[in-house]
């Protein structure tokens, strides 16, 4: 093996039967998924800047705060770091090995975020979570895919529809906030967007200082 050969540590499977591999190539972590790469640490600057852009648009201090899948912890760092003493975290992840993963050999990544105790992680769907959490959340973080343009998992093909959107939208308070996470601009989501008569915005993030760019679109709740 070269030095610049990538290293399998782990694998998991998803209740569904798709393959997660964890590799590590010097100090660089990746998660594929069925074979394609779904994370990375070398392009995570996106992943963080989702919880600072939907905080800013909030306007106010973030109490409750849903993260749909957890990755490798950069969201949930961001999250936890810009949130009060008081706040609490759910994180909704759907293959319990991430978790594993995120508090063992990816820990110091994102600075070990499941240790802290604003955090409540659960081994199910965003799904889930945001049909039993009719307005409960201030904020809500969606990094389940790699956008509506790019689904891996057909499931998630349903956060990206109008009633999944709309079911979202239900789970945030009054001038509440969801973010939805995409490896590249989605004119079709924009569309569903209008569709439902939601206000929102998108901003482009560098992934890295030579990029890819990402997109982070975010849809607010109003009164």
């Known amino acids: 093996m070269t030095p610049n050969s990538w290293m399998e540590l782990a694998r998991a499977s998803t209740p569904d039967g798709d393959e997660l591999i964890l590799r590590r190539r010097g100090d660089e972590f990746d998660i594929r998924f069925n074979g394609w790469e779904v ?120 956060l990206y529809s109008l009633d999944g959107i709309d079911l979202a939208m239900q789970a945030v308070k009054s001038n509440g906030v969801v973010g939805f996470w995409s490896a590249d601009r989605s004119v079709a989501f924009e569309h569903k967007l209008d569709a439902a008569g939601l206000y929102w915005r998108r901003a482009e993030v560098a992934a890295r200082d030579d990029g890819p760019e990402h997109w982070i679109y975010l849809v607010k709740r109003d009164g």
Request: with cysteine; aromatic share 4%.
């Open 39 to 158: 994370m990375a640490s070398r392009t995570s600057r996106s992943e963080e800047a989702m919880a600072r852009l939907a905080y800013e648009d909030l306007r106010r201090a973030p109490r409750a705060v849903l993260i749909g899948g957890l990755g490798m912890g950069y969201t949930l760092r961001a999250a936890l770091d810009l949130a009060g003493a008081a706040a609490r975290i759910v994180v909704a992840e759907l293959v319990p090995a991430v978790v594993e993963w995120v508090r063992g050999p990816l820990a110091d990544l994102a600075g070990n975020p499941l240790a802290d105790r604003r955090v409540d992680v659960r081994i199910c769907s965003i799904a889930e979570v945001l049909a039993a959490s009719p307005q409960l959340f201030d904020v809500i973080l969606l990094d389940t895919d790699n956008g509506p343009e790019s689904v891996l998992h057909p499931a998630n093909m349903f």
